[in-house]
């Protein structure tokens, strides 16, 4: 009897460390889809209305409207930044139901008045440049660069370059991808971030103009840098 009774509870013991250890597995799975879903990030919604952006122009029967974002790269969970493009917000609107073929490749920028605008650029183009103003690398030790001390002077030392983990620089690129306006037929309205090539300070910019010219029309918004 004793015997019954002691290999009855094994089995219940087994079974209940079973269920918690499926359990924790699940909820690794959990977590890591989380995580999955934060990377690939979010598309930019488009605002209430055309007012709601800086300047707006008509394009036959859809309207564009921007905003001048400089140096940052705006997504719907964090601001970016890169000194080598400046970023102009898109929304496009139209009649209820309406389609339009959208690209990059419709929007140039003239900065300054000058003759030939700045084509846009495809958003993979950033990546490069592109940075996180809110992370913070560790602290580094100083790197020795000298040889060995012969009991001259130490040799010349210089902090250590400390890189983004990979992991948070594929998530950084995955949502700007995501908030960059988006390519083919799309329903109206929609939105997103054009890229141009332009690097310095933006108080050297004076004016901007984005000028489209794609399957609606053309239209020139002058912008607020």
């Not at 924790?24 to 930019?44: C, F, I, N, R, V």
């Not at 950033?126 to 602290?139: A, I, M, N, Q, R």
């Not at 054009?194 to 108080?203: E, R, V």
Request: proline share 8%; charged share 15%; glycine share 12%.
């Amino acid at each position: 009897m004793q015997f019954y009774v002691g290999f009855r509870t094994g089995i219940v013991i087994a079974a209940v460390a079973a269920a918690v250890f499926c359990q924790g597995l699940a909820g690794q799975d959990t977590q890591k889809d989380a995580k999955s879903h934060e990377a690939k990030g979010l598309p930019l919604p488009p605002r209430a209305s055309p007012a709601d952006y800086q300047a707006h122009a008509q394009a036959g029967a859809v309207t564009i409207a921007a905003d001048f974002a400089g140096h940052g790269v705006p997504t719907p969970e964090s601001v970016f930044s890169t000194e080598d493009y400046v970023v102009v917000e898109v929304g496009l609107y139209g009649p209820a139901g309406s389609h339009l073929n959208v690209s990059y490749k419709d929007f140039s920028l003239r900065i300054n008045g000058k003759k030939s605008p700045l084509p846009a650029q495809p958003y993979e183009v950033v990546f490069h440049s592109l940075k996180d103003p809110e992370w913070e690398p560790p602290p580094s030790e100083a790197k020795s660069k000298g040889g060995i001390n012969t009991g001259g002077a130490q040799g010349d030392s210089a902090p250590v370059v400390v890189k983004m983990p990979i992991g948070l620089v594929l998530a950084m690129e995955q949502k700007v991808q995501k908030a960059s306006i988006p390519e083919g037929d799309r329903a109206l309205p929609e939105a997103g971030l054009i890229y141009f090539q332009h690097g310095g300070k933006l108080s050297g910019i004076h004016s901007a103009e984005l000028i489209y010219a794609g399957a609606a029309g053309k239209a020139t918004l002058n912008l607020q840098p």
